[in-house]
Each structure stands twice: as C-alpha cells, then as structure tokens.
C-alpha cells in the first residue's frame, strides 16, 4: 500500500500549528544570495496571488495590500528536516498496519500489507481505517493498494480517488492509463518522453523494449518493470531509534574511582559510537551506579545541544561523578542515552565566518559543563513576569531546558508576519520600568529597619543601616504595591526610594497596616 | 625634598634594557609630608610628574615603622612602587579596544576602553552607591559578534528588572539583534568554591563576552588565576566588590573605585517639594557618583571624573555640579 499525504510541509505545519489552522499557509526558503523565496503555498495562498518561486518580500506586499481576506496569511521556513523527520515518525506510527513501512520521497509512505490486511477485514477496510485514523488529526492522504510498489505508488499520486484498491494482477491494466510520470522516472529521462508526445504508460509499453535503455536510459526499462512486476522491489522499513542502553559488570565491586571512570569512558564511547551511525548526538545521559546492597546511584547529564563528542560527555560525567558520594561499592555500571537528536547540519558557506559556529559550539559548551556540576537549576535565564510583587516578577528557566533561546537567527527573518517562535520568551504585560524603578540587589526576604518618620504615612527621615544612622536626603515615592487577597501571602505595601545624605540610594517599603519598615534592597 | 632623576631611573633602565621604546620614567619625585613621624600607621602622598601630568601615589603604612631615616624608608618605598609601574605594557590597537559606551569612562582609561581579556575591578565606596548600575550599563555595550553575558551571583539577589532596556535589541534596525535578556545566563553557585569555578570556567570561554561577578574575599593566587583565565578567554571579566577590598592585592587590569557624590539640592527644598508635589515630573531625577582610576596594570594611571545617571533612561554623563534646574525651580515654591 502506498499513502501520499500531497503537499506534506504545508500539512504539517498546519498540524504542528493548529491554531493557524484557517490561515493560508506560506513556507519560504533562503534562495542563495537572492534572499528568500517562497517554495510552498496553500490554495488559499494561491489565491491570493502568492505563487511558488516568488520573492518574500513580494508576498508580504501582496498580502499586505490586499484586504479581501479575512486572514492574514501565515508565513514560516521550510525545514526540509523536520518534514523528513516528522514523515518518519509517521511510518513509526503506521507500523499498527504493517510491519515493514518504508518512505518514499518527500511525501509518500510504503506499507508492505501483505499478509496483514485479513486483519483488517480485507485491503478496502484498511484503506478506510487509515482515512480515519488520520483523518482525525486532519491529514490529508492518497492510498492506493497494490501488487507493486511502482504500481501503488503511480495510482495513489494520480489523485483520481482517495482510496483506491488494484486487485491482484490487475496493475498492468490501470496503468496503461496513467501518464509517464507517475513512473518515478528521473527527470531528464522524463523531459525527453515529454518532447517525443510520449504521454501515458500504454505509449511507452508499445515501444520497442530493447531500444528503451540506449534513448531514455536505464531507469525507464527498470521503473516500468517495477511497476509492472516484472523486476522485485523491497521497501526499506523505517526504523525507529531504540534506546541506546550498554552496560557492565565488575567481577568484584570496587570504589576506586579511577576505575569506575576507565570503565565509563568505554561505555559511553560505545553509546556514543552506536548512535553515531544514525548521525545523532546525545541530550541526556544516564548513568546508573548499581550497588549489591544499597539503592543504585543515579546521575543524569544534559547537553544543550546533541553533542556527539564522548569527550565532551566524559568531562561532564567526570564533574558530576566528582560530586557524588558513593556510599557503597560499586557492582556494576549501566549506561542509557535517554534523549537523542539528529546533529544540526549546516553547510559552510565561502563567505561564512567559522568563528560564528564556533562561538555557539562554546557556548554550549560552557552551559553543559556549569549545568552539569553546579546542577541544572543553578544555571538559568531569565523569564520576566508581568507581577506586581518584585519577588515574583522574575522567573528563573534552566539554561539547558531553553534549549534554542540562545540560537541567534542569521538569517533576515521578517519580524511582523511570522508567527513567535515557540522558544522566544513571552513578552506581555507592563514589564519596562524607568531605569531607576527597581533596585540592581534584591534580597528574597526583606529586611526590618528602624526608620524614623515624622508623620505615621509620611517618608522616612532617618533609618538605620548596618551599624550606621543614615539621614535621607532625597526621597520618591510612596509607590504602592499590593496584591490581592487570594495570594498566599497578600502583600500591601508604601514603596519609597529615598537617596541618603552621602549619595546611596536605598529601597524602603512601609507595611501599610503594620506600619513597620522593611529595607528591600539597594540601587547598586 | 626631591630625589634626583638618575637615581630614579637606573633600576629601571637595568631592567628594561637601553632599546626599550618606553615613555621616560617620571622624571622627579617629591614626598610630601616626609618629615612626619611614620611610627604612626596611616598613609604618605607621593607626587611625581610625567610631561604635563602630574601623579599621585599613596603608601599605605599597616604597621609603625621605626626607622631613623624616614626619607630613605619613603624612598625604597617610591622605588618599589614604580618598579610595578613600569610601562611595559604595550598599548593596544586602537581598533581593538572595546569602548564602554560611557563616554567619561572612556575618557579615563588609558586606552579609551577596554582590550580585551582583561579584568575589571569595580569598588563600591558604601553600598547603594551605584556601582553595579554603571557596570551593567558599560556591560550591555560591551556585548558583541553574538556572545554572551554571564552574571555569576552567589547571593541570589541580582534582580534583572532593574537593568535599563533589558528587552529591546541592542541595534534597533537590525531583526536579528537580540536583547540582553536572551544573552543574559545567570549562576546560582551555592559556595564560594563553586562561585570561583563557574567564574574562572566563564572567563575562559570565548563565547563570553562579559563575566560579571559579586565577589568580596579573593586570595591573590585565584586572582591570578582569574586574571589568566580571561586572558585565555578574551572576554571582559567585571568584579563587584566593596570598597573594603581595596587594600588587597589584586591582579585585576582596572580598578575603577565608585563613591556617592551627595546630590546638591539640599534636603528641605527636596523634602517639601517631593511632600508637596507628587506630580509625574519630580518622580524622576538623576543620581551622582565619583568615578576613580585607581589602578591600571602596566599603565601609569589614575584620575576620576563626576558622573551622572539619568533616573528616567539609565543615561551615565559627566555630571554639572550646578543645582539641577528642575530642583531650584521647586525650591522656588513652584
């Protein structure tokens, strides 16, 4: 069985996306030097007058000045990559139907049913099933059942009927109807069937078989035989990445942690060399310490970026190991490699500056060492929240979990059209201040101070800080923040920034209904 | 009283060699105050001139020092100190000195910024004085090609809010810039060793741009240490300190000194005019801080120019020392 899903980048990012479900879809591409490129469009798109090949920025004219639409069309970067991983992952999910499913091309699926569709009650209800398993998530898909691979493969591209099933040994007659491109015919051999008014297979079956491979090559002899199901033909099955797990027995339990980390640098090369053939590189790490008596140790090391270097592992490995206390022998070791990914692949450009790679490889670096020794929640950015409360208007990610935050785009992204990637921080609500607003130091728990103030609402005069009497000088405020009753710990407090006699500047807040003061932090 | 130039100038022409294309070593060196006792601890100014400028040196005394001939003490004292002073650095191109976008700051360094790999000593004369404030600013500008800022805080209590312009791109025209809250990792370490190793690891990596760290105990090896990581690394490494540490020795390339400068309003004009109005406009003013070279490796160094930062924008320029006009004009009773 063959299932063509037409268009599969512009469906996926309509199921990744869901939410821009009803907009019309663009995906456009960096076309080199000539800036970007528009390679894929919905019919929505076409109608709007955006067709393959054209100039971003001409698009986002058009859509620009056009006000029919009600929706403003989506535009995003073709990522050839992800479509080929996502269609992988698909076959993985097709493997309830068959147990060899393979890829073809961009955007078809090969399921070798045979021996599977009485399961299903026969190849008509499998076809239907399928439909409405994916259906469900809103894919769009072609089937088509048949002896052949090339013979599936032809009907189900054809587009004539959704689903369509060739009964055995019938392939030879539907296809003599179909044009010749439906043949998988490279595309210099199809050119010249083309300039010869060579149209449909029936045509090319009535030419003489032996001249075929010395005017149009070999391919086209191979391919109709394929198709015809004169020549076998093997779908290659997809395979899903299996846990890479390797592990080691001690024949006596050591604590020598010299040995233990001999005995890991072999493991991990081996994990490592084991996913190096499917060009993937480590994310997470799992060591296991397995005791005879005792519970076992666990230690877990993150990257931020797959790495493929069991060096770099080691050294990550070797500082988490520094840091653990083994409390009892060690029997026996085990290695998983719990998150995997594909190694990002760019090509160099002439022009290209390596030092830029090279920084971002550093970086990476860096994070993963200071993660892996300081922990993974010690290392953080930032997140802004739009809170009243100071405490709460931060919020701290791990540097690791924000895996691509740091991925500067080099390209000319334009700003406005594309959706935020979902990676970008969220950036709502009020959350710039005048410079001066909230103090550089600010402790978790405010401090009480002595101040001395001349009216019970009024500023404070004179507080006391360390051991010394400080004298206001200048004062703002009060700037009142309070937060609502259903908080834990409502806050309501007089906020006032006050600048000493010698020039230090301090942030004071009065409990408003206690009256006291609190020093919560210093302008620095 | 003078010491003569020939007696000044031999060590150092011994040690440098005659091809040596140094500046002349300070031609003459006068001692104040030499004919004080110096069984007191306290310190002793030294002036000496170089071309036009005119450089102060101070000795610090941590103990009495009980000798009969305070003039020859004063005078190995004078000698040690230009023994570390030698001008042996060479000066960095132009084109790669990192300039702090603080135009007065530059003014002061001997380069007119930066080079990179070094390490910048910042110390704040009392807390709240505003160190931190300028740090972060020269910071946000000294972030290039890409890289990173890394904010090392032992005391977790760096509050990101309060930098100025935290979410806007550093060139507005540009898309691809992004803004300070992206580059900026910040660590938690949890012990002063941990704090060291995330600093030292940091300085040495080239995707840095800027290591900022709070940090007041530092031994002369780990400074060391530090010094050479930055080195390795070419970043900028900025160490907030307190004015306490300015008595240890340090390996650090700059040391810039922050005081607070009292503002000149005086405090009842102020007091009635921000009780009396509490309009928009007398929410914000500008603060005022003392800015010192202490000390440039290599370099002969020193001065300190008055600066003044804009409470409402973060701006930081040279300070007027006239009344701000806002403030008479509410002392006016307006």
């Keep these: ?524 | 009283m003078v010491v003569s130039p020939s007696e000044c100038a031999k060590p150092d022409a011994a040690r440098t060699g005659p091809a040596s294309p140094l500046p002349p070593i300070l031609s003459s060196f006068r001692f104040l105050d030499s004919e004080k006792e110096l069984t007191q601890t306290g310190k002793v100014c030294t002036h000496g001139q170089h071309g036009q400028t005119i450089i102060t040196r101070t000795i610090y005394l941590f103990a009495p020092m009980p000798s009969p001939d305070n003039a020859q003490t004063i005078r190995d004292l004078a000698r040690q100190i230009r023994r570390l002073e030698r001008t042996t650095q060479p000066a960095t191109p132009a084109d790669r000195v990192l300039s702090t976008g603080i135009p007065p700051l530059d003014g002061l360094l001997p380069d007119r910024g930066f080079p990179p790999g070094t390490l910048v000593e910042w110390l704040s004369a009392s807390p709240g004085c505003g160190a931190g404030t300028l740090a972060f600013t020269a910071a946000a500008r000294l972030l290039r090609n890409d890289r990173a800022l890394v904010v090392v805080d032992p005391d977790r209590s760096f509050h990101p809010p309060a930098l100025p312009h935290l979410l806007q791109p550093f060139r507005p025209s540009l898309p691809e810039q992004t803004s300070l809250l992206e580059r900026m990792v910040i660590v938690h370490p949890e012990t002063e060793r941990d704090a060291l190793w995330a600093l030292e690891q940091s300085l040495r990596c080239p995707a840095v741009a800027v290591t900022v760290c709070w940090l007041d105990h530092l031994r002369s090896q780990v400074c060391r240490r530090l010094q050479l990581a930055v080195e390795t690394g070419g970043g900028i490494g900025m160490l907030l300190r307190s004015g306490e540490c300015r008595v240890d020795p340090s390996w650090a390339d700059f040391r810039l000194l922050v005081e607070p400068l009292a503002s000149m309003s005086s405090s009842s004009s102020a007091f009635l005019s921000a009780a009396g109005s509490l309009s928009a406009d007398s929410t914000w003013s500008s603060r005022q801080l003392r800015l010192e070279l202490l000390h440039c490796r290599g370099r002969l160094s020193g001065g300190a120019v008055e600066l003044e930062i804009d409470d409402a924008t973060g701006h930081v320029r040279l300070a007027s020392r006239m009344a701000p006009a806002a403030d008479s004009y509410r002392a006016a009773g307006a």
């Design chain 1, 1 to 524: 069985m063959c299932v063509w899903l037409p268009e599969w980048p512009l469906q996926r990012i309509r199921i990744v996306q869901p939410e821009h479900k009803h907009r019309p879809t663009v995906l456009y591409a960096e076309a080199s030097r000539k800036g970007h490129r528009i390679v894929a469009c919905c019919q929505a798109a076409l109608r709007c007058g955006i067709t393959p090949g054209m100039p971003l920025a001409e698009a986002q004219g058009l859509t620009g000045t056009s006000r029919t639409q009600q929706a403003e069309p989506l535009f995003c970067e073709h990522n050839p990559e992800e479509d080929r991983a996502a269609l992988n992952r698909l076959a993985g999910w097709c493997q309830r139907y068959s147990p060899a499913v393979g890829t073809e091309g961009e955007d078809c699926l090969l399921l070798d049913v045979t021996g599977c569709a009485h399961l299903w009650g026969g190849e008509q209800q499998l076809s239907r099933e399928f439909h409405r398993a994916v259906g469900q998530w809103g894919l769009t898909a072609g089937t088509a059942c048949a002896d052949t691979i090339g013979a599936a493969w032809a009907i189900a591209r054809s587009g004539e009927s959704r689903e369509t099933v060739v009964p055995p040994g019938q392939q030879a007659a539907v296809l003599r109807s179909l044009p010749v491109r439906a043949l998988r015919l490279p595309a210099a051999a199809a050119g010249k069937l083309e300039e010869l008014a060579i149209r449909r297979i029936a045509q090319l079956q009535q030419l003489p078989r032996a001249s075929l491979s010395s005017r149009f090559g070999p391919e086209v002899a191979r391919r109709l035989d394929q198709a015809l199901g004169a020549l076998p033909e093997q779908i290659e099955p997809v395979r899903l990445a299996e846990p890479v797990e390797v592990s080691l027995e001690f024949e006596y339990s050591t604590g020598d942690r010299g040995a233990l980390e001999a005995a890991l640098t072999q493991l991990v090369e081996q994990a490592v060399g084991q996913l190096s053939t499917s060009r993937q590189g480590v994310q997470q790490l799992e060591i296991c310490l397995v005791h005879a008596e005792q519970q076992n140790t666990q230690l877990t090391v993150g990257t931020l970026r797959p790495s493929p270097s069991e060096a770099h592992l080691m050294e990550l490995v070797r500082t988490r190991l520094e840091r653990t206390e083994l409390t009892e022998e060690v029997a026996g070791l085990h290695v998983t490699i719990t998150a995997a990914a594909p190694l990002e692949s760019r090509q160099h450009q002439l022009f290209d500056t390596v030092e830029h790679s090279h920084t971002d490889q550093e970086f990476a670096r860096l994070i993963d060492r200071l993660s892996s020794r300081l922990g993974r929640q010690q290392v953080v950015r930032t997140e802004l929240i739009p809170d009243a409360q100071p405490e709460f208007a931060v919020r701290w990610v791990p540097a690791l979990d924000s895996h691509t935050a740091h991925r500067p785009s080099r390209q000319n992204r334009p700003t406005q059209q594309i959706q935020q990637p979902p990676f970008a921080l969220p950036i709502t609500g009020p959350v710039t201040w005048p410079a001066a607003a909230r103090p550089l130091r600010l402790p978790a728990e405010p401090e009480p101070v002595g101040v001395t103030s001349l009216m019970p609402d009024g500023p404070p005069i004179r507080f006391r800080y360390g051991d010394r009497m400080q004298t206001v000088g200048r004062w703002w405020g009060p700037e009142r923040i309070e937060t609502g009753w259903w908080r834990e710990r409502p806050i309501r407090r007089d906020y006032y920034r006050v600048e000493t006699h010698s020039g230090q500047r301090f942030w004071l807040f009065r409990h408003v209904t206690q009256g006291s003061w609190f020093l919560h932090g210093e302008f620095e």
